[in-house]
């Protein structure tokens, strides 16, 4: 039982749970967004007041896809916050404090002499060894 509890205590479990109540939370007030500002404001242009009752019908079968507007641009107005609010600054923030590459070494020292050739040479220019291939 300890083991569970050192499991639910960690700092990963804890952000994690905060995440998702904070998620389901903006979830809300983007959809009550979507369905009380711009539907309309949509609506204002189009002349339909409701996406609700937006529909086709083939064969006698009616698709209702006023509903599927609404959550598709909920779900857009979500993915554009959580990039621009999140992400990108999260990944400048850790662009700036992660360390570049090193690059690769130009030269290296041969082994009989010591001396400093370059790295893709198979010869040593001052003690003529021949050396393995550069790796």
Do not use: H, W
């Not at 952000?15 to 979830?27: Q, W």
């Not at 309309?40 to 242009?45: E, G, M, R, S």
Request: aromatic residues 12%.
């Amino acid at each position: 039982m300890s083991g569970f509890r050192s499991f639910l205590l960690r700092g990963n479990v804890v952000d994690l749970a905060v995440g998702i109540v904070i998620g389901a939370a903006f979830g809300t007030v983007v959809n009550e967004l979507v369905k009380d500002f711009i539907t309309p404001l949509i609506a204002a242009v189009g002349g339909q007041p409701n996406f609700d009752s937006l529909y086709f019908t083939v064969n006698n079968s009616r698709f209702m896809y006023g509903r599927f507007l609404e959550a598709a641009i909920s779900f857009l107005l979500v993915a554009a916050v959580v990039y621009y609010l999140v992400v990108l600054p999260y990944s400048r923030f850790r662009a700036r404090f992660e360390k570049a590459p090193a690059p690769e070494p130009t030269t290296r020292d041969c082994p009989e002499c010591l001396s400093q050739i370059p790295a893709k040479a198979r010869r040593c220019a001052y003690c003529t060894a021949v050396l393995s291939v550069a790796a």
